[in-house]
């Protein structure tokens, strides 16, 4: 089995989508190259599933700003494909992609070392076909590897369910996890956990679904869902949600509910922002980033709601919802953002120190410092 990294831009030069693939990207301000973590060291995310199910497409999609359409030209993975995540540079991972037509028995398939270091397996299931030799795949998949690693999160996603009826969807779902459930049953391990999501690249389901995989791999989620349900409360907030800039993935929310249709509204929110920002708001000379510590934008909808944007550091920002009476208190709500994003940059200042240089746990992402050079407050 051969190996390739992938070259950023050389299959795909980034321009479909919003904005620009290289928008933002880079590390921290004084950090330089040899302090990240290396490829080796980063946690795994692993696509597999069966060919032409759509796992390339996901990647593509949601970590190279491709736009759906595009994915139709992709061609067939042949080798497993490597993908360093450290756009985003808030959470480091990679995310290997894997040629549909792997056999598990093939021995050049070290799988030993490849399910160890690994934190997620998302295994994809094209709900648009039939799925009978999909669901013995995943079944021989998450046996294999739960024997070599069972703190593995597996992940299934039904796929391309954009083409099917609502109560297709359901159906399919129901069957999928009830046949995955007996198979795991009669094969002796019932105590593996699948967590199912329904995705689509043409909505936002598929980044839905992966800020769940990326969330489990976050060991401060607690503290974070907690820090966000104290500033709603003191701030009269309905809904918020912290965004990992340039990739769209929430790494938190608070404890309420997501709705699809607020989260669809936050990530257009993002786009319109980084584009408007793109646009007038970047000097020549600097290094492109998405956000800076003075970005902040605000949109009224006109069913009186507010939607409120605060950046975070250069790769976090901070989405709310709100009723736009409650946004006359404007003033309480910025103080508590500003105590709200000193709380954050302690929690993840506590881990750093924790955490003696290489010594991060292979199945969480690594979490960079988040600390701006300004002072928060
Ligand atoms: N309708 C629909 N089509 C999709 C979706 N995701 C991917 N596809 C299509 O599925 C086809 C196969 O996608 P790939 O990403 O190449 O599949 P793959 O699993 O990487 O395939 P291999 O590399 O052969 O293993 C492409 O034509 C995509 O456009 C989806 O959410 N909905």
New binding site residues.
Partial sequence: MSYQDEEEGATFDGTAGSFPKDFGYGLFDGESEGTSSSSDQKPRILLM?L???????IQKVVFHKMSPNE??F?E??NKIVKDDINNSSFVQFQIW?F??QIDFFDASFDYDMIFSGCGALIF?IDA?DDYIDALHKLNLTVTKAYKINPSIKFEVFI??V??LGDDFKMESQRDIHQRTADDLNDSGYDQIHLSFHL????DHSIFEAFSKVVQKLIPQLPALENLLNILNTNSAIEKSFLFDVVSKIYIATDSTPVDMQSYELCCDMIDVVIDVSWIYGIKEEQEPAALDDQSSSLIKLNNGTVLYLREVNKFLALVCILREDNFEQKGIIDYNFLCFRDAIQRVFELRNKNNSPGTSTASNVAVTNTSNDESSS
Avoid: A, N
């Fill in positions: 599933g060919r032409r199910s759509g796992k390339s497409s994915t139709l992709l067939s993975t992609d040629p549909g994809v648009q796929h391309k954009d083409g995705t689509s690249i043409y």
